[in-house]
């Protein structure tokens, strides 16, 4: 009889029953060859029927052999590889297993008459290929990955700042021209930008590089302008400054909270850092970048948050049905997971998946994961959600003077002669601040005449002006009539460029101790 793994296998949809062998109208099952050998493998048992599954056998196991093999010859191109196993049925009749490998030579097509067509596996279904899947197919066949292909882009035409930059600190080691660029295969010997090259320059030479962020106010989706507190969408940059961005934003958007218990004051992040770095380099990394149109999407709610990438598992699998703890690896982007590989920001012996587990382990609240063929999906429960007890975390402030322990009231009826003089009080402080920061931002907003709008520059040159100490993005909404999600543009540049800082959640002030911009 089957062995003990037929009914996990039958939900893998790597198994497929026939009842008897179909020659003429033998499509019905060679597709199915087609699908297995494009996909991940699988066996299809002739002699069981489809229904309910019962091993009521073949007439004659070798002849219905010979004439399979027939079949797949005549109309499965390249040849694939397979075996043949008897299988014990009922009343002493046998069922035969066609067990079909996955193949390297893809895309493997069924063809009859005129028509090729190369199917993949859906679950238990065979179906065609998309124009995304036999491109993939093909790549695979030719033992390549895209990021590999040439781009439309020769060397002049793009820069790598930023790529040079972190590469050098990170290894202590410059980038040395057309050599290193030629052995990172971030181009080729014809002096074409590869995709991954395209990809990490500072100009992200592919559109549908874009990540996609927003925090939702509530459980679910809804309305952008209505619905949702900040949105923001990066793109036209390097994957590194994409991945900055996308943390920064969630960042931005998390609460920093504490709690006392007993004696000891402890803080609570609503998402670890940890993960959130791990979820999105596995996005840039391995998401599809064929798919046109297509962006990597981080959706904050208040509960959770998730992240979501083009393109199912390269291997087929379907994450959900995966053991976690031994996940296939295997990189979509060779190119891609290289450099990261280089710039630590991923571990080459593909242990993510563990590496989003490991900060909520002890955790009741526990990441999920979701893929099928088009999509790969990472949930992170927000960790302060629903937690009594929690306040947002303050900005310490320590005195520099010791603290008074004595009972008696201090006498504030008079003044020391000195205090008047050798100090300015707290509003001639605050506005030689206000004015000093003022003058920073009008120079470079000189130099650089296309880094805001006309009316952003005048919005801000103002607003740096009226306000004095903490704000909130509301009130430059407000004061300004403009939407939340331009006023949060507005501040992350400021945030980049080191004119902000944020305080906690939703919190910020003019700083003056940073030379951004300069």
Known sequence: MFGEDFSEEIESGKLDFKRSLETTK???WLKTVSAFANSQGGRIIFGVTDDTHEPVGVDDVQKTASKVAELIADHIEPAVQYEFNVLHGTHGRSCLEVEIYRGVSTPYYYKHEQSRVAFVRRGDR??????????????????????????????????????????????????????????MKLQDDAGRITNAGALLSDQGGLRQSRIVCTHWNGLQKGAVHE??????????????????????????????????????????VDYPEKAIREALVNAIIHRDYQVLGSEIHVDMFDDRLEISSPGGMISGHRIQECNLKSVPSRRRNEVLADVFARLHYMDRRGSGIGRMLEPYKGNEKQPTFYSNAYMFLVTFPNCNYGVEGLA???????????????????????VQPNTLTTEPNTSEKEK????????????????????????????????????EGSFRRKELCQTYDISSSQAARLLQRCLELGWVQRERFGVYHFVQDKKGGE
């Open 392 to 414: 947002d975390l303050e900005p310490l402030t320590i005195s520099k003077q010791e603290p008074n322990t004595s009972t008696e009231k201090p006498n504030t009826s008079t």
């Open 26 to 28: 033998p499509k019905s």
């Open 432 to 467: 030689a601040v206000s004015d000093k920061l003022y003058h920073k931002i009008e120079t470079y907003l000189i130099q650089h005449p296309n880094a805001f709008q006309q009316k952003n520059r005048e919005l801000l040159l103002d607003f740096v002006q009226q306000k």
């Open 126 to 183: 065979s179906e065609p290929a998309t124009f995304i899947e036999l491109s993939n197919l093909v790549l695979r066949g030719r033992n390549m990955t895209f990021d590999e292909l040439p781009s439309a882009y020769t060397f002049g035409d793009l820069s790598f700042t930023l790529l040079s930059a972190t590469y050098k600190q990170i290894t202590g080691k410059a980038i040395q021209g057309d050599r290193d660029m030629v052995s």
């Open 227 to 268: 619905d949702a507190s900040d949105d923001m969408e990066y793109t036209d940059a390097s994957l590194i400054m994409l991945l900055r961005n996308a943390e920064q934003f969630i960042q931005n958007n998390s609460r920093h909270a504490w709690r006392v218990r007993g004696m000891q004051r402890e803080e609570s």
